[in-house]
């Protein structure tokens, strides 16, 4: 599907954006230089007529991502948690992303469920409602199962949702392409292995299986965690395209109106995302990995529940520890020791200077400590850093795009909450538990006894291996014997002879 058809759908993605008027906005919330405002225009405006329509009651931005389709729409989720990068009027906008999409209609729903499960609605389900969430890529339903009356929420994939996210993606790709062959800088960006990684996200979304199996698993890690609940999964009752949750009721965390009303501490909230977060990236290295408003309810005595598990991170030990090192090396504004972090871990090339790289790092954390959250701007911040990655020559870390970004979304979430949150204050206490749980000498030695653990299990087969290598050596044919060099006083002799043999026919 790949291919220079696919410029169509570029093209089409810049028409629509000027037909809704959505261009002047996003270049507008991007702070956009000037030059390329006049580029984008004089890009978009001849092919204006090409663009799709959307819907005219709703505000531009929003209007063209919900036409363009899911891809798109799940990036306007993402930006509706930054308000402090894209303003609080664009942010509010596209919350309405989240959750608020128009859904398809139930006579739809009900004929998937009855398909995917062999088994008609009314002999499941004793209630079912119409829709009462909707987003990129699936429903919801509530609904009570027909033999114990409990609630539930019942999720429905969108007819035809795979078909139209192959499509973004094949675009995708196309453009990341292109910016690869016109600009060779972004290379180190690696734009082709980022969508890679995009799709490889969006396919476990599109199978409420996988999504089954990881709210099953992040049940299990965060059991004990106070204030956090994780509905539980009817697995008899999901599965490719339907998935059965527990019902939990709650108020949206983005009505921060409701919140108030209801006497919630909206910084203590706050506070609560970003450390759940935290905690469950390093301590489990499997996070929620979509915790936008949308996705996140406040019950009555004040727990915090996460829905949709469609979007799991999962990042191994050791970059655990370098993520908890370099977010450590910030809170104490340990500059060398996050530089040498990044070397180690081969982050940077080492032929760069490592003290430069350090004062560079300072120059982006600096700013950050001892200054009123709303005072930073994070666009500017995230610019300058992104400058200091060029200059340094540091390639995009796929294994971490799903971490950074997920860490975007949530102190978006978290500033929504209580604008004047200091991240690295909240961070504190999670990463300094992490560090002296497993960096130092008592992490040492459990690493040395895990590995002690492992060899163990095959020291029964150390004889079997150590004689199939003997066999193998046995059996090899003989090295072959170095080449014959003559001796050397015969290289003298042959060398004496050419120099006199040149000697002579000079003279001659």
């Known amino acids: 599907m790949r291919g220079p058809h696919n410029i169509w ?58 036409a363009l389709g899911p891809a798109y729409i799940k990036f306007g989720q993402i930006l509706s948690t930054r308000p402090d990068v894209v303003g609080e009027e664009l942010a509010d906008q596209l919350r309405y992303l989240q959750d608020k999409l128009p859904p398809f209609d139930t006579a739809t729903a009900r004929r998937m469920i009855e398909e995917e499960l062999e088994t008609p609605v009314d ?14 890529i699936a429903q919801v339903h509530k609904a009570r199962l027909a033999d114990t009356g409990e609630a539930v929420a019942v999720k429905v994939l969108r007819p035809g949702i795979e078909r139209a996210f192959r499509r973004d993606i094949d675009a995708f790709y196309l453009a990341a392409t292109m910016i690869e062959a016109l600009s060779p800088a972004s290379r180190r960006l690696r734009p082709t292995d980022v969508i890679a990684h995009f799709e490889g996200v969006v396919k476990g979304e599109l199978d409420l299986r996988l999504e089954a199996a990881a709210a099953a698993e992040f049940l299990a890690n965060t059991r004990d965690d106070p204030g956090f609940v994780v509905p539980r999964p009817h697995w008899f009752l999901s599965s490719r395209n339907v998935l059965t949750l527990a019902w939990a009721e709650g108020l949206p965390l983005g009505d921060n109106a409701a ?60 970059t655990r520890r370098v993520y908890a090192e370099i977010l450590f090396g910030f809170i104490r504004k340990d500059y060398r ?43 500017r911040l995230l610019n300058y850093l992104f400058e200091v990655t060029e200059r340094f020559g540091m390639q995009t870390r796929t294994e971490l795009l799903l971490l950074q970004r997920t860490m975007v979304v949530v102190e978006g979430v978290a500033r929504s909450l209580h604008p004047q949150i200091n991240i690295w204050q909240v961070a504190r ?58 001796p050397g006083p015969v290289w003298a002799l042959a060398g004496a002879a050419l120099g006199a043999l040149a000697v002579w026919a000079v003279l001659a």
């Open 9 to 66: 759908r570029l093209v089409r993605t810049g028409a629509t954006l000027e037909r809704t008027g959505a261009m002047g906005v996003v270049l507008e919330a991007f702070r956009a230089p000037p030059r390329l405002r006049l580029v984008a225009r004089l890009l978009g405006w001849p092919f204006k007529w090409l663009g799709l329509k959307g819907d005219p009651a709703l505000p531009p931005a929003t209007r063209a991502l919900t």
């Open 123 to 136: 002999s499941l389900f004793c209630e079912f409602s119409d829709a009462i969430a909707a987003a990129s």
């Open 259 to 318: 919140l108030d009303a209801a006497g919630h501490d909206r910084r203590a909230l706050g506070e609560r995302v970003l450390q759940l977060f935290l905690r469950h990236a390093l301590r489990d290295g499997f996070f929620h990995a979509d915790m936008h408003q949308g996705n996140l309810k406040v019950a009555a005595n004040g727990d915090l529940i996460a829905l949709d598990f469609g979007i799991m991170g999962r990042i191994d030990e050791y």
């Open 337 to 379: 020791r996050i530089a040498e972090v990044h070397f180690e871990a081969g982050y940077v090339p080492p032929d760069r200077d490592i003290d430069e790289f350090a004062r560079a790092l300072r120059s982006v954390g600096e700013p950050i400590f001892g200054m009123d959250a709303t005072r930073i701007s994070m666009a």
């Open 429 to 486: 206490p999670v990463v300094e538990d992490y560090i002296r749980e497993n960096v130092g000498p008592r992490a040492t030695l459990r690493d040395l006894l895990r590995t002690a653990r492992v060899l163990a299990r095959f020291t029964p087969r150390l004889p079997q291996l150590a004689e199939a290598e003997l066999i193998r050596l046995s059996a090899a044919p003989p090295p072959a014997p170095p080449p014959r060099r003559l």
